[in-house]
């Protein structure tokens, strides 16, 4: 399996050096935690830093998770704690990245004059023939109420 080294027991990290007007952005960043130093230099203090931060992901992805079928932002907060995860977890960092991108890719297609042109054509099609399948069902059936209001 080739890692990017030559060396034996190196990894190399997959990191984006790509500058900005000499800055940085936030997806450009380095892989790996982002605890504070004095909680990296003792082990079993992070160990206990990095369970948290997945405890608390956790139930933030699975709060998510309820809302999706329910009214709410489900996938804000899916996202939210898959943020929380990668302040720790490289995984996470990288699932995010790729979900980015492909948000961005996504948003660009659609504001292709096109695709946008493209999709009001069938939105409209679709909404006329709606319209055209209520009518004929009113026509046909009528409105009828499901209760009585003359009997009461």
Not at 73 to 94: D, S
């Amino acid at each position: 399996m080739n890692t990017g080294s030559n060396e034996s027991g190196e990894v190399a990290l997959a990191t984006d050096e790509t500058e900005v007007d000499g800055v940085k952005g936030d997806s450009e960043q380095g892989l790996g935690s982002r605890a504070p130093e004095f909680v990296k230099a003792r082990r079993a203090l992070h160990l206990s830093w990095q369970v948290g931060v997945f405890v608390i992901g956790l139930a933030i992805v699975v709060t998510g998770i309820i809302l999706l079928p329910l009214p709410g932002p489900g996938w804000v907060i899916i996202f939210g704690g898959m943020a929380v995860w990668a302040t720790e977890f490289v995984w996470a960092q990288l699932v995010l990245r790729w979900t980015k991108r492909k948000v961005t890719e996504a948003a660009q297609r659609a504001l292709d004059p096109k695709v946008r042109r493209r999709n009001i054509i069938l939105t409209t099609i679709g909404l006329v023939i709606v319209g055209v399948l209520l009518g004929i069902y009113l026509w046909k059936f009528g409105i009828v109420m499901p209760w009585k209001i003359k009997d009461q």
